[in-house]
């Protein structure tokens, strides 16, 4: 069984509560990542992701120059440490439906992150696609089992339209 340690992305770039969201967010597009762990210090004490730029900054009108990085950070975040065994990460992510979660030390000092693609690229097991397909689902089909809304497949039946599937 791995432990996150031998799977995780070191070496993380952190932003801090007091920097812009506009910098933050030209991080993320610098290093082509969707999560930016933010930290006091060394003290991991939220997460940044570009779902939050967008829901809570831009849809809120909270992005402008002067916004900063606590205004719209996720706060309660989720994270695990680097001796947790992989299964146990793949299980909170999948009933959290996160795509990344930072790393700790017994300090909570911030020491990498580990996201789906690290899982998918370096744990050969076999409910790994199970378990990455759940946390991709959509919160409302994951919780009421509901099966997607088919947009459109050209003949707009109703039967498609309510989301059940047309044989």
């Given at each position: 069984m791995k432990i996150v340690s031998q799977i995780m992305?070191?070496?993380?770039?952190?932003?801090?509560?007091?920097?812009?969201?506009?910098?933050?967010?030209?991080?993320?597009?610098?290093?082509?990542?969707?999560?930016?762990?933010?930290?006091?210090?060394?003290?991991?004490?939220?997460?940044?992701?570009?779902?939050?730029?967008?829901?809570?900054?831009?849809?809120?009108?909270?992005?402008?120059?002067?916004?900063?990085?606590?205004?719209?950070m996720t706060r309660e975040v989720k994270w695990c440490t680097v001796d947790e065994s992989v299964d146990t990460v793949m299980q909170t992510m999948s009933i959290h439906q996160i795509r990344r979660l930072p790393v700790v030390d017994q300090q909570h000092h911030l020491v990498g992150m580990v996201s789906l693609g690290d899982i998918a690229t370096q744990v050969h097991d076999a409910h790994v696609a199970d378990i990455l397909s759940e946390i991709s689902e959509t919160p409302a089909v994951h919780r009421a089992g509901m099966l997607p809304v088919k947009l459109s497949d050209g003949d707009g039946s109703a039967a498609n339209r309510a989301g059940r599937r047309s044989v």
């Open positions: 992305t070191h070496g993380v770039r952190a932003v801090k509560p007091s920097d812009s969201v506009i910098r933050a967010a030209q991080a993320m597009e610098e290093l082509n990542v969707g999560a930016l762990p933010v930290c006091d210090a060394e003290r991991l004490v939220g997460i940044l992701t570009d779902r939050d730029i967008a829901v809570r900054g831009v849809a809120q009108g909270l992005a402008d120059q002067d916004a900063k990085v606590h205004e719209i």
